[in-house]
């Protein structure tokens, strides 16, 4: 039986990850809260295990006291020397317990009080693992789906992805791998391990697995920018001027970043030098459009770039990708002007038609390229001809033109 009982300790143990002391603490913690389910609450009990033996041995501790008034845990000095005739007031015997005297009901208590024990000691264990990976990568299945969100299986333990925290463009099915990174652990009724595919973090970590320099800090990630599934920015920096930081993230013929780009499934990457100058940033920003000029507002931390009249659509990108994703990058406003449009707002009469009318520069360049280049040949340019130039409705056009009537009278 003794033989036994440390198998069984010891299988537990190896099968929940925990150590035998957890396992030998559960157990006894059970014995003891059955023990005083049989002899009361305020019996005193003493349980011993023998780690070597896997002997078990469990005792009813009782005071030597002259006149007894809690039985319970109290001996008479009479009785107690029937037991033991050295004994004296003040000493405390151990009367040892058989464990087939707690009886079945007893052993049920045991039983379950024992695995209520393992199940919260092993949900502790998680949660202090996973507390300390915040931040960090981690892999699992695709274990079960609860609506549109998705549980992983890390193993022992469980990690929610969210659906805002998934990539839009994929698709998941059970029993697929994939890497997340733990966005967040707390506790509840279960650990909590949250984690994410759409952070930009988790490009970032994804770049200091690949990339040695990185990991050496010879090269240094200064900001990133993303939108999951599309495309993602990222700056990096060189401490020693003979290392390429951009070359060192590509790795040759693209060795390092291809993995990178494989884990997330076709989402483009542009791996961009820093500056600390954000004219000379903004040039690698906005790549791969070409810059001609940039205006630097230091106050308002707006930046005004002009690009060639055939890099303007690249400079935006599709649905304003390539500009806003430059932005986030440098933490700036960027406002994109073609090379036409610059030489346009250089004079007075079309900086007035603009802030008058309140037309775009694109709507506004169409009546230029027409002659309509200030507000008195506006008002005087039938409306029909306005409409067919701009594409505006004819409200619209009414509401221009009497905005610009307003401001020659003025």
Same mark, same amino acid.
């Given at each position: ?92 015997? *151990? ?44 892999? *699992? ?45 707390? &506790? ?8 994410? &595919? ?27 920018? &993303? ?137 506004? *360049? ?45």
């Amino acid at each position: 039986m003794q033989s036994e009982l440390k198998k069984v300790v010891e299988a537990l143990s190896k099968e929940k990850g925990l150590s035998k002391e957890i396992v030998i603490e559960a157990l006894l913690e059970g014995l003891k809260t059955a023990a005083k389910k049989k002899y009361g609450n305020k019996a005193v009990i003493e349980a011993k295990y023998d780690e070597d033996t896997g002997a078990l041995e469990l005792y009813r501790l009782k005071e030597v006291v002259q006149e007894v008034t809690e039985p319970e845990r109290e001996i008479s000095l009479e009785e107690a020397r029937r037991l033991s005739p050295d004994v004296k007031i003040g000493d405390v015997i *151990g009367e040892k317990i058989e464990l087939q005297d707690l009886g079945r009901i007893a052993a049920q208590i045991v039983k379950q009080l024992f695995s209520q024990k393992l199940r919260l000691a092993e949900k502790q264990l998680i949660y202090d693992e996973y507390k300390h990976k915040l931040g960090e990568i981690v892999s *699992g299945y695709v274990h079960r789906f609860n609506k549109k969100d998705i549980i992983l299986s890390l193993g022992r333990a469980e990690a929610l992805l969210p659906e805002e925290e998934q990539i839009p463009t994929e698709r998941y099915h059970r029993g697929d791998r994939i890497k997340a990174l733990i966005i967040e652990v707390y &506790r509840q009724k279960e650990p909590q391990i949250v984690v994410s &595919r759409s952070h930009p973090a988790f490009v970032k970590k994804l770049f200091e697995r690949e990339v040695p320099e990185i990991q050496e800090g010879i090269v240094k990630i200064m900001s990133i920018a &993303r939108e999951p599934g599309s495309r993602t920015k990222i700056a990096v920096h060189s401490t020693n001027p003979d290392i390429d930081p951009v070359g060192a993230c590509v790795g040759v013929r693209g060795s390092r970043i291809s993995v990178i780009l494989q884990e997330l499934k076709g989402e483009k990457i542009d791996v961009v030098p820093w500056d600390p100058d954000p004219a000379k940033f903004v040039y690698n920003a906005l790549s791969p459009a070409e810059c001609s000029k940039v205006i630097v507002d230091e106050e308002n931390k707006t930046l005004e770039v002009v690009v060639p009249d055939d890099q303007l659509s690249l400079a935006i990108g599709r649905k304003g990708e390539n500009v806003r994703l430059a932005s986030k990058l440098l933490g700036w406003r960027i406002d994109i002007l073609s090379e036409t449009q610059y030489l346009r707002r250089q004079e007075p009469e079309f900086l007035k038609l603009l802030k008058v009318t309140g037309l775009s520069d694109e709507v506004a *360049g169409f009546l230029y390229e027409a002659g309509i280049k200030d507000l008195e040949t506006l008002v005087n340019t039938p409306p029909e001809k306005i409409a067919e130039l701009t594409r505006l409705e004819p409200e619209k056009v009414e509401e221009i033109l009497q905005k610009a009537r307003e401001a020659l009278s003025a």
